[in-house]
């Protein structure tokens, strides 16, 4: 049902660089697992309605006012580098 | 001092017998004696709660008003952020990460005067039963220290059947509050769905996530959550209602004339034989006081399981996206020739333990063109008819019961490489999360076969909490009279003498 190639392709959406033995245990488990959970299917009938969140859930507004909020310093307190008041991130964009 | 209940340190503090100071520093002391065998906490914030214990004294000096829990120390689950102290949520990728805000419950806590003692030890970003899956070690049930002390919050759970604090806070995505509860002989609640602010929650399924109380007591564990409940405009799915009036509810003591619903389908087969006897002799002390017993059926129930297993990996893989080494925590491989991706695909490798990657897949698979009808989908349709079922349930009674979890606290390892028995340890706690109402574990005695403390769990309508504090409430005053104390009573010193 899931095969070796569908975790790497799963993991390398999820965007985590697995190992080659990581892939082959998560396979193994994972077919385990879904064949456990896939039991939903069984009363998953056309005329049930679907529930995202417990609650219903709607857009919550409130005056477009000015309102303390963290300082660049504060925001960027906890990156893994910064320069000039900003985020510095690996390139993200080929050379090109 | 250190043994006594929350309620009974506040007056303490408040009549001038103790100071603040000095409850939170002999909470330090038991903390540098015990923790070292328990491992309840990830980082202990000496200064910043001694400061907070005298700014109580001081306020009490002035002749301020305080509130109802202060001076009263507490452990912060790790997956709450509080400014400037480390938050972890037990991995990796978040390690030395100081937020600069706090979550609205720890604001709320601050306001009310309550110490916070430091952070605890769970289930890297609360994904476990057991505390076995964080990155920083297991903690061990105080109870039997080679035991697991449930999970995902078994540092808080831990730090109370310990006496290292008093009150904790916990989060509960499928049984986070209340199996560690049960299996620690302690009280914890799972309020409300939207009860309790998620501002300052490090999200791991957003439509089951939720705070709740955690201490040795219900009427403590009530005036933990008034503290901490209400309306938050930070959250949009938080509750614009009144806070249940828990605290009156815990005080009551009567539930003469409640209907009481026992779930067929929650116990039996799989269910260990002293937390059956435990929950059964529970059944006849409620009708001994007056309440009538109803069995009840929910069909659905035995489809939670599954179909949580689906929904929170689902939202998981969607909510863990955050961290990609860009704005905050780890970040591995950035030799200036890697590109933001590669960055990415290593950091997450590196920062996540096997359970999350594991959760993040499945729910990646999921979510997936071509199977997201099959699984996901099918999954949120089971959600529906686990809501009728509680629907159709309330309709006949007032609250349900079941235990809160099949078997006492098992061995640290035994189900570690086996996620499917791992899970199990959910199956009565999870309708609830997926329901989005509220319920309540308390101690309801020590199985026979092997002396560890049994939950008993106690469910009631959604923004009708207080009905949960109605029974437990008095459910633990006719405990603690037939067993001349209360339960904790019997938990082992840790120190070889007295507490």
């Keep these: 049902m899931i095969s070796r190639d569908d975790v790497a392709h799963l993991a390398q959406l999820a965007r985590i660089e697995l190992e080659a033995s990581e892939i082959d245990h998560l396979a193994g488990q994972l077919e385990v697992i879904l064949g456990a959970v896939a039991r939903v299917q069984e009363i998953a009938g056309a005329d049930v309605a679907p529930t995202s969140h417990p609650l219903p859930l709607k857009n919550v507004f409130r005056p477009d006012v000015i309102r303390p909020s963290l300082t660049p310093e504060e925001a960027l307190s906890g990156a893994p580098a910064s320069e000039e008041q900003r985020f510095r991130v690996p390139q993200i964009l080929g050379e090109e | ?499």
């Design chain 2, 1 to 499: 001092m250190i043994t006594q209940n929350a309620s009974e340190m506040a007056a303490a503090v408040a009549s001038g017998e103790v100071t603040s100071e000095a409850l939170t520093q002999a909470h330090l002391s038991r903390i540098a004696e015990v923790d070292v065998k328990v491992h309840a906490f990830l980082h202990i914030d000496t200064e910043g709660a001694l400061a907070q214990a005298r700014a109580v004294d001081a306020a009490r000096a002035k002749g301020e008003k305080l509130s109802p829990l202060a001076g009263v120390p507490l452990a912060l689950k790790d997956v709450m952020v509080q400014k400037g102290v480390p938050t972890t949520c037990g991995s990796k990728i978040l390690e030395g990460w100081r937020p600069p805000y706090d979550a609205t419950v720890v604001s709320k806590l601050k306001n009310a005067g309550v110490v916070i003692l430091g952070k605890t030890n769970m289930d890297e970003f609360a994904m476990g039963s057991s505390t076995e899956n964080s990155a920083y070690g297991p903690t061990h049930n105080p109870w039997d220290l080679t035991r697991i002390p449930g999970g995902s919050g078994g540092g808080s759970s831990a730090s109370l059947a310990a006496f290292e604090a008093p009150l904790a806070l916990g989060t509960a995505t499928g049984g986070s509050i209340r199996q560690p509860a049960a299996v620690t002989g302690t009280v914890g609640v799972k309020p409300t769905y939207g009860g309790v602010s998620r501002y300052g929650l490090v999200a791991f399924s957003s439509s089951l996530d939720q705070a709740g109380p955690c201490a040795r007591t219900v009427l403590d564990a009530a005036l933990l959550h008034e503290i901490i409940g209400g309306h938050d405009t930070y959250d949009s799915t938080s509750i614009d209602a009144p806070v249940p009036a828990v605290v009156a509810a815990a005080k009551m003591r009567d539930v003469k004339g409640m209907r009481i619903g026992v779930v067929r389908e929650l116990g039996g087969e799989g269910y260990q034989a002293g937390v059956l006897q435990r929950f059964n002799e529970s059944v006849e002390v409620l009708r001994g006081l007056g309440a009538e017993i109803i069995e009840v059926s929910c069909p659905h129930f035995e489809y939670a399981l599954p179909a949580y297993y689906l929904i929170a990996p689902s939202e998981c893989s969607s909510n863990l996206a955050r961290f990609d080494a860009m704005r905050f925590g780890l970040r591995v491989g950035d030799d200036r020739a890697r590109s933001a991706e590669e960055v990415m695909n290593l950091t997450r490798e590196a920062g996540f333990g096997p359970e999350v990657k594991r959760r993040i897949i499945l729910g990646t698979y999921a979510l997936s063109s071509g199977y997201y009808d099959a699984y996901y989908g099918s999954a949120q349709k089971v959600r529906t008819l686990i809501i009728n079922d509680f629907n159709a349930a309330f309709a006949q009674v007032d609250v349900l019961i079941s235990p809160t979890s099949p078997t006492t606290a098992f061995k640290i390892g035994e189900k570690a490489d086996d996620p499917l028995a791992m899970y199990l340890n959910d199956i009565a706690t999870i309708p609830v999360n997926l329901a989005g109402n509220c319920a309540m574990s308390i101690p309801c005695g020590l199985a026979p076969e092997d002396g560890l403390p049994v939950g008993l769990q106690i469910i009631a309508p959604a923004m009708a909490d207080d009905r949960l504090y109605r029974v437990g409430g008095a459910l633990e005053a006719a405990f603690n009279e037939e067993w001349g104390g209360p339960l904790m009573n019997k938990a082992p010193s840790l120190t070889g003498g007295v507490r």
